[in-house]
């Protein structure tokens, strides 16, 4: 899937994926979100409103009040790819959270995945 298809993807319509993701492996809607907002910056209803408007991926990052200065030790690899390795900020950041979601659905604690 090109980057351009990725970007334009509404956050509203993958998270309840993320989420679902999560809760298989016993993890709540909960921890989905603290992690989304320790990337992100988000508070809770700044989440809720990019969920509410249907923001893109490249809105709801480029909206985000910062991205945490913990991010870049958020490694690993996602659908195959090395985070770190990825070029293209936007992308890594979309990666960054697919990540954080793989570990909360492995069972990592969550202090480990908040990089703390």
Do not use: H
């Not at 980057?3 to 999560?22: D, F, G, I």
């Not at 016993?26 to 989440?47: F, M, P």
């Not at 990540?99 to 969550?110: F, H, I, Q, R, S």
């Amino acid at each position: 899937m090109g980057n351009e298809r990725v970007y334009k993807m509404a956050v509203s319509s993958v998270y309840p994926l993320l989420v679902q993701k999560a809760q298989k492996k016993g993890r709540a809607k909960e921890e989905v979100d603290t992690v989304t907002r320790w990337l992100t910056g988000y508070d809770e209803a700044g989440l809720q409103a990019q969920l509410d408007k249907e923001a893109d991926y490249a809105t709801f990052f480029m909206e985000a009040p910062r991205i945490n200065p913990n991010a870049g030790k958020i490694t690993g690899t996602v659908c195959g790819v090395r985070v770190e390795q990825i070029e293209d900020p936007l992308m890594q950041n979309v990666r960054r959270l697919d990540k954080l979601v793989d570990e909360l659905a492995k069972g990592k604690p969550m202090e480990k995945i908040l990089r703390t």
